[in-house]
């Protein structure tokens, strides 16, 4: 079945610790996303990408960063300038539509705290 | 801008009651609506899409959602709850914003409780 896969389900990170988190789609979708969740706050946008080598900022990127060498990869470093990265991370990917592209199949999250 | 309300963070029914859980939304041009259900420790699944066309939008699970232009709203309602609808319901709205991309907002959520 094709689908989104986040991993690993749940990370801890360190003081000063940069660390990745892996979304890979074989759903052939050209856009995919990086959300953040906070409880209280639905989803806010860090990152998305519509095309291979090229991705835009969200309304929180600032600690985070991101790359898309391939198509089904779009993986997304909480960097040590993050101070409050504890939250639940969700990938998602969507293809053009009418709407443009628009998030429409979602991974299972990664959840990340801090030691 | 485009900006999403949902209104009640909690909404408690009874098994076989009517779910109604309210979203309103501002947007500048005609907006796409969406709604989507999270289940615990799990992504957003989509239950239903509104873009054009008939107002009254029918989606998985038995899930329905009316878009009243004039209300600004786009409330989802299902006639009878089951317990396996217990869940997160997040309202999102789509349109194209000043630089001409279309950009996706997400309400804060409501969650669904249902009690046997």
């Known amino acids: 079945d094709g689908g989104i896969t986040q991993s690993p389900k749940y990370l801890f990170r360190k003081e000063g610790q940069n660390v990745t988190l892996s979304c890979e789609q074989n759903?052939?979708?050209?856009?995919m996303y990086w959300y953040r969740q906070d409880p209280g706050q639905g989803l806010r946008l860090i990152y998305y990408?519509?095309?291979?080598?090229?991705?835009q900022k969200g309304d929180i990127a600032e600690g985070y960063s991101v790359s898309r060498e391939k198509k089904e990869s779009f993986p997304l470093t909480v960097t040590s300038a993050q101070k409050n990265p504890t939250a639940f991370y969700l990938c998602?990917?969507?293809?053009?539509?009418?709407?443009?592209?628009?998030?429409?199949?979602f991974g299972d999250g990664t959840r990340l705290s801090i030691l | 801008a485009q900006s999403v309300t949902q209104l009640g963070s909690h909404v408690s029914v009874s098994e076989g009651a009517l779910v109604l859980l309210r979203c309103n939304y501002s947007?500048?041009?005609?907006?796409?609506l969406f709604w989507y259900v999270q289940y615990p420790n799990q992504g957003l699944q989509l239950l239903l899409k509104y873009t054009t066309g008939a107002t009254l939008v029918k989606g998985i699970n038995g899930f329905e959602a009316e878009f009243k232009k004039s209300e600004t709203s786009f409330h989802l309602t299902k006639p009878s709850a089951h317990m396996s609808d217990a869940a997160e319901y997040f309202c999102?709205?789509?349109?194209?914003?000043?630089?001409?991309?279309?950009?996706?907002?997400f309400g804060a959520g409501t969650r669904l409780f249902v009690k046997a």
């Open positions: 998602a990917s969507g293809l053009l539509w009418t709407g443009g592209y628009q998030p429409q199949h």
């Open positions: 990408s519509q095309i291979v080598n090229d991705f």
């Open positions: 947007s500048s041009v005609p907006p796409y």
């Open positions: 759903l052939n979708h050209d856009a």
């Open positions: 999102a709205v789509s349109d194209r914003g000043n630089t001409g991309g279309f950009k996706t907002i």
